[in-house]
């Protein structure tokens, strides 16, 4: 942990892309990005393969090792399916992502709060079966907020707050998971983490307004809002459930976070590219790239399907780009997160083409 005065060092010395060695006075190691992408085939196979980062580890054992703590941890939190979150198979999800480590301690950060925010997701907005109110949903997400980032104290209306956030499986997974991240890395990391999902809470508003009205965007208007509701938010994690820290002014960095943002996208591209019949097939349709493309363009879902794909092909191949040009940044950490964040990636396309959620 840093102490005040090394903060005041931190911020007078210089600061951005590779600088940090210079500050620190240490040699670092440059790492050398492996060639690691592949074209996979995907769904039936008839839809043209997806550019993506190969998959860096699958490890069953592991898997059902967290998923095993992850169902517990549910039914502590009142679900009452806890089953239902193996079937979501989110300790799978961490170990096919976060690939550098074994702990299932540090895995159990990434998949409580996947589950968590998955939860979020369909219970409050996308499921109308599962009780999903596009009018709710605002209040509800406000409350989310509550839950993970704890207000000033205020008398008695703290008691009321507290009442409500104890009694909602979803606010008690995500301020539990929340405290989980907390109890294993820094009030920084938790805030990078907070304030994405809040970010990510006012793109399901704008669907919400959407599916309420039935008045469905443009494809360009969707996918700006989706780049605020993708797996960037996931990848937030990744420093912390590897046991280190990016620190913030290269997290924030703007060639550095155009880069997650890449990455989130494309990764949650390949969410609505398998995702694509269940949204559709919900009595308020989910908004989804492959259907805003199929509205707005007037053409076929084929068609649809493949401007996707080409979408989800580019951002892939700019992150790639992106990161070689980074390579030359003297920073341990970032060579790390990087890395990381590929290997998310290659995680991510997994998970979602073999689960049976999207088959
Ligand atoms: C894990 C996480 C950051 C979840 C936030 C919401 C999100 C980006 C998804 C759950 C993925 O998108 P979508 O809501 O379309 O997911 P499903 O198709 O319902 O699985």
Redesign the pocket.
């Known amino acids: 942990m840093e102490s005040v005065s090394d903060m005041k060092d931190l911020l007078s010395g210089p600061s951005g892309l590779g600088t940090s060695a210079a500050r620190l006075g240490r040699p670092e190691a440059v790492a050398v990005v492996d060639p690691g992408y592949a074209e996979r085939p995907w769904g039936d196979g008839t839809a043209p393969p997806m550019y993506v980062p190969v998959l860096e580890r699958e490890d069953e054992l592991l898997a059902a090792a967290v998923d095993e703590r992850l169902v517990a941890w549910a039914e502590g939190c009142g679900f009452e399916e806890p089953e239902r979150f193996l079937g979501g198979r989110f300790g799978r999800l961490a170990v096919l992502t976060h690939v550098d480590t074994d702990d299932v301690e540090q895995l159990l950060i990434a998949a409580k709060l996947?589950a968590a925010?998955?939860a979020a997701?369909?219970l409050y907005?996308?499921s109308t079966e599962m009780g999903a109110v596009p009018e709710e949903l605002p209040p509800r997400l406000a409350l989310a907020m509550a839950a993970m980032d704890p207000v000033a104290p205020a008398a008695e209306f703290t008691a009321e707050l507290e009442e409500v956030l104890n009694d909602d499986p979803v606010l008690v997974g995500l301020r539990s998971g929340i405290a989980h991240l907390a109890s294993r890395s820094t009030a920084t990391v938790v805030q990078r983490v907070c304030y994405s999902t809040f970010a990510?809470f006012v793109s399901w508003s704008a669907y919400a307004a959407w599916r309420h009205t039935a008045s469905y965007p443009p494809a360009w208007q969707y996918l700006a809002t989706r780049q605020h509701?993708?797996?960037y938010?996931?990848m937030t994690l990744i420093d912390a459930v590897g046991g280190y820290e990016l620190p913030a002014p290269l997290y924030y960095d703007p060639r550095v976070r155009q880069l997650l943002t890449a990455a989130g996208t494309a990764s949650?591209v390949v969410?609505?590219l398998v995702?694509v019949e269940?949204?559709a097939a919900d009595e308020k349709p989910?908004c989804?790239m492959v259907l805003q493309i199929e509205a707005d363009r007037r053409c076929s879902r084929e068609e649809a399907v493949e401007r996707t794909v080409e979408l989800h092909n580019q951002l892939v191949r700019d992150f790639e780009a992106g990161h070689k040009a980074l390579l030359a940044v003297p920073s341990v950490e970032l060579h790390r997160f990087l890395k990381g964040v590929k290997a998310w990636m290659g995680g991510g396309f997994e998970w979602h083409t073999t689960h049976p959620?999207?088959q």
Do not use: E, P
């Open positions: 996947n925010w998955w997701d369909d907005a996308d990510m509701d993708t797996f938010t996931s949650v969410n609505d995702s269940k949204d989910v989804n959620r999207y």
